[in-house]
């Protein structure tokens, strides 16, 4: 019995961070670096902030390493914080830079 409750539990936790990471997935597409509205801080918390932040500035990154964490970004605002110094400075270091 308490196998089976501990199974439903994880189950549980699975849903609620499958949904928490899709409302991520459908923020991130709705904001570009066009909108002044991804940069504000207002109103949001600090995951909220920086996971769609840091996600859409991965895409103008050349580095193929940073790209492949741009899924990872959406859902885990720690790996987001620890990505946004190298992606500011893969973006700063960029000649031919054409972002918006």
């Known amino acids: 019995m308490v196998f089976c409750y501990l ?3 994880k189950a549980t936790s699975v849903a609620i961070f499958s949904f928490i990471s899709l409302q991520n997935i459908l923020a991130a597409e709705a904001l570009s670096l ?3 509205a991804i940069w504000k801080t207002d109103g949001k918390t600090f995951e909220t902030w920086i996971c769609p932040l840091v996600c859409a500035l991965i ?3 050349d ?4 790209r492949l964490f741009q899924d990872i970004v959406l859902v885990k605002s720690e790996v ?3 990505l946004f110094p190298h992606v500011m400075v893969n ?3 960029r000649r031919d830079m054409d972002m918006l």
Do not use: G, W
């Open 91 to 93: 973006l700063s270091s």
């Open 34 to 36: 066009k909108n002044s």
């Open 80 to 82: 987001a914080e620890l």
């Open 63 to 66: 580095d193929k390493i940073l």
């Open 7 to 9: 199974n439903l539990q």
């Open 59 to 61: 895409e103008y990154c």
